[in-house]
C-alpha cells in the first residue's frame, strides 16, 4: 500500500537540514530517526598499526582520536565489513592533521581536513597504518553519520482574540517551526516568542497532527539527501525480510 505524504525543505545545505514531513505517523518519523543514527553504514578508522610513537600520547590514544575522524562513504559502494587502508606519516615539529591520513582508495577520505591528531614537538614523529571498516552506529557511535538528528510536530498558530487594552504582551515562548496562515517559519525568526510576530493578539498553538519538522546535521560522511535517502532504505529492507519471513 502506497503512503501518501509530503516533504517541504526549510533550510538546506550538504551537511545540514530542516526539513517538513506530512502524512506520516509519529512510529514512522522516529522510525526514520533511529534509521540515520544506528543503520546506515559509514567508515570508521577501527584498527591502527603504530610504526613509530614518539609523540606524548599513548597509542591507544592516538588510535581513539583517528577513529572519530570522519570518513566520506559513498552510498552503494561499500557493504558492512569492507575495509579500507589508509597511512599517516608526520614528522615535528607539526601538528598532525586528518588531511595527513592517506587513503587506498579515492572513495574514502577525511571529510574534514583540519580535525587535529596530536602537535608533535622536535624530533617526534607519528608513523601508522590504519584500517578504516565499513558498520553502523548500532557497532559503535564513530559509525553514526547522522550527528545530530531529531524532530518536533508541526505547530499552527491560531489568532483567538485582542489582548485587552491595559494589558501587557507576555512573552510566548516556542520551539521548532510554527505554520502561519500557510507559512512555514522557524521560531527563531521571532526570537522564539509569539508575542513579537502577533503583538497585542491572543494566540493558542496547537500540534499539527502527522506533520514532523525534521532537523539533520552529518558528520560529513555523506550529505543529508544521502543520509535520509540511505535510512528509509534501511527500513524498506527490513519491511521485505520481515514480509519475507511471515510468508514462508
Known sequence: ????????????????????????????????????????????????????????????????RMGLVPLTTPPGEFEVGDSVTLSIDVQGPATAYSGDLISSDDLVQPADENVPIIDLKDDQRLEAEVEAVAKSGKDHAKHQGGVAVGYRNLQRVEVVGDRGEFEDDEPHIVRGVVEDDGELVPAEDFGNDLSQLYPGKEVEIHDVENAFVFHVETDGSFTVDELVTQAVDTIEDRASELETAVQL
Open 1 to 64: 500500500m502506497a503512503v501518501d505524504y509530503d516533504v517541504e525543505f526549510i533550510e538546506r545545505d550538504d551537511r545540514s537540514a530542516r526539513f517538513l514531513v506530512r502524512g506520516v505517523a509519529p512510529a514512522f518519523a522516529n522510525g526514520i530517526r533511529r534509521a540515520m543514527i544506528a543503520d546506515v553504514p559509514t567508515m570508521a578508522i577501527d584498527t591502527v598499526r603504530v610504526v613509530e610513537n614518539s609523540s606524548v600520547m599513548f597509542d591507544e590514544q592516538l588510535g581513539l
